[in-house]
């Protein structure tokens, strides 16, 4: 997700390098560029969540809208997703996506250099999870969440992250939240 410059995330000791958390990918590190102002969803986070989804999506089909460093979508495909669709319209930061696929063999990894509110309403496909992590403090999960069922499969979940408290949008419920410094996060269900 694009932000505000906040310090460059760091693992082992690097800046703008995330790792993955579990999987068959576990332990493997991402580097992602610094100069775009990218926040990764930290560890304990995408732990916590991965948790709440049952830590396995064997044969889920997933979008990572806003897909900034690609952790959460990464993070899906070593967990034995189908399918992942990484959305982000920044150029470095779509090489950085396609480097880091290349390098883990992610080859159920599709990467799109496109805006993420023009694909999604244009897109027809429903997938089983969804990941809406855009940029800190923007305001537009609120407009991808205002058309966000006809994207879900019934019982699919949607993974939010922003400033400000979620809150669930007609005909979903939160199923789990949490907060992690400024950051609110919350897992959506759809009824």
């Known amino acids: 997700m694009l932000a505000k410059r906040a310090s460059p995330q760091r693992a082992h000791g690097v800046a703008n390098r995330v790792r993955i958390i579990g999987g068959r990918y ?13 926040r990764p969803t930290p560890d304990r986070v995408r732990e916590t969540v991965f948790n709440w989804l049952g830590q396995d999506l064997p044969g889920w ?13 990464f993070e899906a495909a070593s967990r034995e997703a189908g399918r ?8 470095d930061a779509q090489a950085a996506l396609e480097k880091n696929r290349v ?6 990894v599709e990467i799109l250099r496109v805006d993420a509110l023009a694909w999604l309403a244009n897109n027809r496909e429903t997938f089983d999870l969804i990941f809406i992590d855009p940029p800190f403090d923007s305001g537009l999960a609120d407009l991808v ?6 994207h879900l499969k019934s019982g699919g979940f949607a993974y ?19 907060r992690a410094g400024r950051s609110h996060f919350a897992l959506l269900i759809k009824e």
């Open 103 to 108: 390098a883990l063999g992610a080859t159920q």
């Open 61 to 73: 089909t997933c979008l990572d809208l806003f897909a900034g460093s690609g952790a959460l979508g």
């Open 84 to 91: 992942v669709i990484m959305v982000e319209r920044d150029r």
């Open 160 to 178: 939010v992250e922003q400033g400000a408290e979620v809150t669930a949008p007609p005909g979903f419920i939160i199923h789990r939240s949490g």
């Open 145 to 150: 969440l205002a058309d966000l069922a006809p």
């Open 26 to 38: 576990r332990r493997r590190l991402l580097d992602f560029p610094g100069s775009t102002g990218l």
